[in-house]
C-alpha cells in the first residue's frame, strides 16, 4: 500500500499599518524534494497582520488539498499566534480570526495536518509572496504568479538558511539550569515546563473586501512558472528615570534576544546623561565608596549581608526545579523628555512616545514578534509604557495586564528637570541621593530604598503566577535596573553603573529554587 504523500505548506501575510492594507502568500512544497508545487497569493484589502497570517494558511492548505487531497501537510509559519492556536495549545478569542481557524481546521483532518513554528528569515517564500500581493493591491492589480520572482528568491535563502535559536532568551534548557545540575553532579535533563494556555487575541481590524482577486499557481495551469524563473541604534543618553547613565562606548555583533551589548562603565567620573526616568544612570560621584560587605537590601543598614533572590547559600549546586518565569524587560520608547535628558517618573506630566518612540515601538514589536517567545504582556500604568505595550501586542495578538508596581520612580521635585538644573538647585540633596539608597529626591519623592521594596514585591508576585512562562514587561530604567541588580546580588550603587537606553530589551530568568540569571542587558539591535 502506498503511503500518503506528503507535503509543506509554508504561509504568511502582513498588514502594512495593522490594521492597514494587507496581503498574504503561501507555498506548498514537496516534502521529499523541496520543489515548488503550487503558489497563491492575494491582496485582501485593509486587515490586521493575524488574519492576512490565517487567510494565508486557508490559502495554503487549499492549494495542497487541490494537489492531492489524500495527502499529509506539514505546515509551517513564522506566526507563533497562528501556530499556537492551530495546534489547540493557545486560545482563540477574537472574533476575525474564529471563522478563519475554523476553515483552516475543514481543509484537512485534524490527524494529517501538523505546525510548526518557524523564525522569519525561514519563511521568505511566503512572506515575498505576501509583499508581492500588497504591492500589486496598492496600484489596484492582482497578483499574477507570471511576475512574480519569491521562488527564485527563496530558493537560496532556503538552502543557506541555518535554523536560529527558539525558545524563551537565553534558553534555559541549554543554560544556567543544565550548568548547575552539571556542577553539583546531578543527573537528567532540566525540565521544561507545561506551556499553559493564554488567553490570545488580536488587535482590532476587519478584513476589507478584496479588490485584487486569489492567484494560484500550478505547474499545468495556463499560468504555469517553472520555479527558479524570471532603526539606527539610538546611544540615547536619555534614560527617562534617574540618575544620568554614562553613554556607553560602543555595540558589538549580538543575536537578538539572546546576546547582551558590552555596556561597562569605566570613567570614575559622574556623567549624566538621562533624561531621569528614574534612571540611576550616573557613576558614583569619586571617592563614593562601595560596599564591601557582600549585597545587602536597598533597605538595610550596609553592614548587615542578606542573601537576595537570585544567589542560592550553595552558588549553582541548588536544586533545579523546572523552567523558570522569565522575564523579558522591555524600556519603553523615547518622549519627548528622553533626548533633553530630564528627570522623568511617575510624579510629573505622563508624557506620551514622540514620533521616534513610535517607530521604536513598532521596532521592537517586530522583533518580538519574530522571535516568538513571548505569552502575556505586562505593564507599567504610565502613558509612554502603555503606548510602546500596545505596539507589541497588536503584533502578538495579546492583552495587556497594568501592573502598578513598574511604575516609575517619583523624583518629586526634580520632575522635568536635567541632572545639570538640579545640580544647581538641589546640590545638597541631589549629593545625599548619589550617596545614598535612601536618600530621597527634593519634595518627598521616592528613594532608590522605596523602590527596591517595591519592585521586589511585584517581581516576586509576577514569578508566582508565570512560572514556566514568557513575559514581557513594559517598565521604565529604575525598575528594570533594579531587577537586574537584584538578581545578580549587587549594591544599590551598582544602579549608577548600568546603561539602559530607550526601547531596549533586557531579560531576567528566575528559578523556583530561588536562583536567577541575568540573560541580556540594554540590548539595541532592533534598533540599528
Known amino acids: 500500500m502506498t503511503s500518503a504523500r506528503e507535503l509543506v505548506v509554508e504561509a504568511d501575510g502582513g498588514s502594512r499599518g495593522n490594521p492597514g492594507p494587507a496581503g498574504y502568500g503561501a507555498v506548498v512544497l514537496d516534502a521529499a524534494t523541496g520543489e515548488t508545487l503550487a503558489e497563491a497569493a492575494e491582496y485582501i484589502g485593509v486587515a490586521t497582520n493575524n488574519v492576512a497570517e490565517y487567510k494565508g494558511l486557508v490559502a495554503g492548505l487549499k492549494a495542497a488539498r487541490e494537489l492531492f487531497p489524500d495527502a499529509t501537510v506539514h505546515v509551517r509559519m513564522d506566526s507563533k499566534l497562528v501556530v499556537e492556536q492551530m495546534s489547540g495549545r493557545w486560545k482563540i478569542k477574537h472574533p476575525d480570526m474564529k471563522p478563519l481557524a475554523a476553515e483552516a481546521g475543514r481543509v484537512f483532518p ?24 500588497m504591492d500589486a493591491g496598492r496600484l489596484g492589480r492582482r497578483w499574477e504568479p507570471s511576475g512574480s520572482t519569491a521562488s527564485l528568491d527563496a530558493s537560496a535563502a532556503r538552502n543557506a538558511a541555518a535554523p536560529p535559536p527558539s525558545g524563551p532568551p ?44 486569489t492567484s494560484a499557481r500550478t505547474p499545468g495551469s495556463p499560468a504555469a512558472r517553472t520555479p527558479g524563473s524570471p532603526a539606527a541604534r539610538t546611544s540615547d543618553a536619555g534614560t527617562d528615570t534617574g540618575a544620568g547613565a554614562r553613554p556607553t562606548t560602543g555595540d558589538g555583533p549580538n543575536d537578538g534576544l539572546f546576546a547582551a551589548e558590552d555596556a561597562t562603565a569605566t570613567s570614575s567620573t559622574p556623567v549624566a546623561s538621562g533624561d531621569f526616568e528614574a534612571e540611576a544612570g550616573a557613576l558614583a560621584p569619586t571617592g563614593h565608596a562601595a560596599r564591601t560587605t557582600g549585597a545587602t537590601r536597598a533597605d538595610a543598614p550596609a553592614s548587615t549581608p542578606v542573601q537576595p533572590r537570585g544567589t542560592a547559600p550553595q552558588g549553582w549546586a541548588g536544586p533545579d526545579m523546572g523552567a523558570p518565569a522569565t522575564f523579558v524587560l522591555l524600556r519603553h520608547g523615547e518622549t519627548a523628555l528622553t533626548p533633553e535628558k530630564r528627570f522623568s517618573g511617575s510624579g510629573g506630566s505622563d508624557p506620551e512616545l514622540s514620533a521616534a518612540g513610535l517607530r521604536q515601538a513598532e521596532a521592537v514589536a517586530a522583533a518580538l514578534a519574530a522571535r516568538g517567545t513571548i505569552q502575556e504582556i505586562v505593564s507599567s500604568p504610565l502613558t509612554r509604557c502603555r503606548q510602546t505595550a500596545a505596539a507589541v501586542a497588536a503584533r502578538l495578538g495579546l492583552d495587556v ?42 519634595g518627598g519623592g521616592e528613594s532608590f530604598a522605596t523602590v527596591a521594596r517595591r519592585v521586589a ?39 549608577f553603573r548600568m546603561e539602559l537606553s530607550a526601547a531596549s530589551i533586557s531579560a531576567v530568568a528566575y528559578y523556583a529554587d530561588g536562583n536567577a540569571s541575568v540573560r541580556l542587558l540594554n540590548d539595541t539591535s532592533h534598533l540599528r
Not at 490527524?111 to 521568505?124: A, F, L, Q, T
Not at 488567553?199 to 476589507?208: E, I, M
Not at 516609575?408 to 521635585?413: I, L, M, R, S, W
Not at 514587561?473 to 533594579?482: D, G, S
Request: no cysteine; hydrophobic share 35%; glycine share 12%.
Open 457 to 495: 514585591a511585584t517581581r516576586d508576585r509576577l514569578t508566582a503566577a508565570h512560572a514556566g512562562r514568557t513575559v514581557l514587561l513594559v517598565t521604565h530604567v529604575t525598575p528594570i535596573k533594579t531587577l537586574v541588580r537584584l538578581a545578580l546580588g549587587a549594591p544599590p550603587e551598582s544602579l
Open 110 to 133: 485534524a490527524g494529517r495536518v501538523r505546525y510548526e513554528w518557524i523564525p522569519r528569515e525561514r519563511n521568505k517564500h511566503a512572506d515575498r509572496l505576501a509583499n508581492e500581493a
Open 401 to 442: 495586564r497594568i501592573e502598578q508596581g513598574l511604575r516609575e520612580t517619583d523624583f518629586g521635585a526634580w520632575e522635568g528637570l536635567t541632572f545639570g538644573e538640579v545640580r544647581e538647585r538641589y546640590p545638597e540633596d541631589l549629593d545625599a541621593w548619589l550617596a545614598s539608597p535612601k536618600a530621597a529626591p527634593t
Open 170 to 213: 537565553g534558553d534555559a534548557r541549554a543554560g544556567a539550569a543544565r550548568a548547575r545540575a552539571a556542577l553539583s553532579g546531578t543527573a537528567g535533563t532540566p525540565s521544561t515546563g507545561a506551556s499553559g494556555t493564554p488567553t490570545a487575541g488580536t488587535s482590532a481590524g476587519t478584513p476589507g473586501t478584496s479588490t485584487a482577486g
